[in-house]
């Protein structure tokens, strides 16, 4: 590697990541944003974690809610991870103007997309300032997938975000290196000493 | 979706994620890790999240160090992921059984891989127990990047770990949708009523 930074205004050199569709319900309103700051914290209990800036209106609403849900797609739907994303719900109701269709939380007061794959129900046990964002933790008290979407538990073309309004998707399973391979690797290099 | 679970001892619905080595250095002793639990927290000051297990080695080099890189790889290195994710620095000394080369940190005493894509040399500004795993939340002092490979600031083929020992990648940049593009579904959404 041959450039170095010591500041970068924006970084996304760690990109593709999921695109998650964070929703929230208050005072019987929904609303929706895109976020790729998110990421698994624990198995047990099962927490996950989701950055959202201070300025953004579902900051706001999940401190009243103190629920989201976290909602993952496929990669044909990036335009809703396009449009939830650069609007706000202070300007427009996005569930109506997108047509956005979601059941009602099992556990929680949450919408559960109908076009997800997956959703993630997620009650705040933690907030908490890192920066110029906002990390809520969550702890996942109901999951919804979709089992004919998903091939021995691999998402074959979950939607990623690339950076600049940019999206992909990855195709499944390429290879597999695992607990075996690696006992493999190191007996073929013990016997070749 | 028609299957929901209010509990799930692992879930890993939300996969891929890109996947990171984890590199640390203590006592002129180096150590690395892969992990698929990390994420951007903060644009100013640039600050990233990875988690980790309190078994895991890593975790006591990084207490004593106070600084972790972070490694982002091509998909073609995928057996690195898994050689240095499936063995701990407890038993074999990785650096010298699986030959990693990597040169010194420019801001901070960390290992920047010479296979990575990009590098961010982490200064641990946090350090908190969310559940089973720690999170550590580090600045990034410096970033390298190799710049032949990221196409337009996008990259082509970031490896990333689909869940059960499998790795993937995604093909680049497929589908735009930004600002232009919300606009012009908003006028056509006005032009139709």
Redesign the interface.
């Known amino acids: 590697?041959?450039?170095?930074?010591?500041?970068?205004?924006?970084?996304?050199?760690?990109?593709?990541?999921?695109v998650?569709i964070v929703g929230a319900i208050h005072d019987g309103r929904s609303n929706f944003m895109a976020a790729?700051?998110?990421?698994?914290?624990?198995?047990?209990?099962?927490?996950?974690?989701v950055?959202i800036s201070p300025k953004r209106y579902t900051n706001e609403i999940i401190r009243e809610s103190g629920a989201f849900s976290?909602n993952?797609l496929q990669?044909d739907d990036?335009?809703l991870?396009?449009?939830v994303g650069?609007?706000s719900g202070r300007q427009c109701y996005k569930e109506e103007?997108f047509d956005i269709k979601y059941d009602a939380g099992?556990?929680l007061n949450v919408p559960?997309l109908?076009s997800?794959?997956?959703?993630?129900e997620c009650k705040v046990v933690?907030r908490r300032a890192?920066?110029?964002?906002v990390?809520y933790?969550g702890e996942?008290?109901?999951?919804?997938?979709?089992?004919d979407y998903?091939k021995?538990?691999?998402?074959p073309d979950?939607l990623?975000y690339?950076?600049?309004?940019?999206?992909?998707?990855?195709?499944?399973?390429?290879?597999?290196?695992?607990?075996t391979?690696?006992e493999d690797?190191?007996k073929s290099?013990k016997d070749t000493k």
């Open positions: 590697m041959h450039k170095f930074l010591e500041r970068s205004e924006k970084y996304y050199f760690h990109y593709p990541f999921p998650t790729a700051w998110h990421m698994q914290l624990s198995f047990d209990p099962p927490l996950y974690a950055s976290l993952f990669f990036y335009k991870a396009g449009l650069r609007t103007v099992v556990k559960v109908k997800a794959i997956c959703c993630y933690d890192y920066g110029d964002h990390l933790v996942i008290l109901g999951i919804h997938y979709d089992s998903y021995d538990g691999i998402s979950m990623l690339a950076g600049n309004d940019m999206y992909t998707h990855a195709e499944g399973a390429l290879a597999i290196f695992g607990k391979e690696v690797f190191l290099k």
